[in-house]
């Protein structure tokens, strides 16, 4: 475990928007995160590679410096799993992002085994959902709410837009997107199903 830094991420105000900067600032408060995400890992569970490979790609792609920056940010992002009061994290992906080669084999078979060993943490839930779950492996946006321990302060959401991440912030969308991902969470494999699968892929790479 290790002690969290706070407010770490103004070092990287040249490199962050505004929006990010509010989700992370969100995030080091929050005491647990539901994360689905379409068609690649959820960011807090993927290895440098493979979030490099992310932010360097598509409508977002980032030039080489700020790219740097950000892979890095994303990782101190991940150190909220290993606090001396760690981050309940629970993330949901569909198969899809099993299946799409991001970065090469050897990216991907990195990527597989770290799941696996992310999944060993106690506060880490990591669930696939598979093609044959039909309507609910075809859900389009990814999106991630964040929850407090004090239940005075209202829980937050973003959906992944092309442009980036859009807040949500209505009592009405939070409801929405917290009833969502128990739907995806019950179509998805068990853990131990989604670990095996996993193993699985590792090994066909």
């Known amino acids: 475990m290790q002690k969290r830094i706070r407010h770490w991420w103004q070092e990287f105000a040249n490199d ?51 790219a740097e920056a950000l892979v890095t940010v994303r990782e101190m992002r991940q150190r909220l799993l290993r606090d001396d009061e760690p981050l309940r994290y629970h993330a949901i992906a569909t198969e899809a992002a099993l299946r799409f080669d991001v970065g090469g084999p050897a990216v991907m078979r990195e990527q597989m085994r770290h799941l696996n060993g992310e999944m060993a943490l106690p506060n880490v839930t990591f669930q696939i959902v598979p093609f044959s779950a039909g309507r609910m492996a075809a859900q389009a946006a990814g999106f991630a709410i964040l929850k407090f321990e004090d239940t005075h302060d209202p829980d937050a959401a973003w959906m992944e837009g092309v442009g980036g991440m859009i807040p949500r912030d209505s009592e009405r969308e939070i409801r929405l997107y917290n009833r969502l991902f128990a739907e995806i969470a019950s179509a998805a494999l068990s853990p131990d199903e989604t670990a095996a699968l996993l193993r699985e892929r590792a090994e066909s790479l």
């Open 16 to 66: 962050v928007n505004a929006t990010l900067a509010e989700v992370i600032a969100l995030e080091d408060d929050a005491a647990e995160a539901l994360e689905y995400q379409p068609n690649v890992i959820p960011g807090l569970l993927q290895t440098r590679d493979y979030a490099s490979a992310i932010i360097t790609t598509g409508f977002n792609a980032y030039g080489p410096d700020q």
